[in-house]
Nanobody, 120 residues
């Protein structure tokens, strides 16, 4: 069994910052790419940022410069530092990780989501 548990969401004023964390636990041999997605009401889930096991990060264009993704492989944890938050950043943020178990092919897992609310 694998679990991804997110934390760090909440209410922030426009221009403020939040740091999201996502810790993976369970029957894990290793983790490939980890990432953050978000979904606003009435919209599709979209990629925010992703980071490989080696630390190469990719960002959706609109988040470059404001958001920073990082990970701690020893802790099976990925972080998302979000600065200069705007009302359009308001959404439920989901953690995603490609988990490698001892047996079987790598599989994607999702966290339960954490709400980010930005007041104007």
């Amino acid at each position: 069994q694998v679990q991804l548990v997110e934390s760090g969401g909440g209410l922030v004023q426009a221009g403020g910052s939040l740091r999201l964390s996502c810790a993976a636990s369970g029957s894990i041999f290793s983790i490939n790419t980890m990432g953050w997605y978000r979904q606003a009401p009435g919209k599709q889930r979209e990629l925010v940022a992703a980071i490989t096991k080696g630390g190469t990060a990719n960002y959706a264009d609109s988040r470059k410069g404001r958001f920073t993704i990082s990970r701690d492989n020893a802790k099976n944890t990925v972080y998302l530092q979000m600065n200069s938050l705007q009302p359009e950043d308001q959404a439920v943020y989901y953690c995603n990780a490609e988990i490698v178990k001892l047996i079987g092919r790598p599989q994607p897992y999702w966290g339960q989501g954490t709400q980010v609310t930005v007041s104007s």
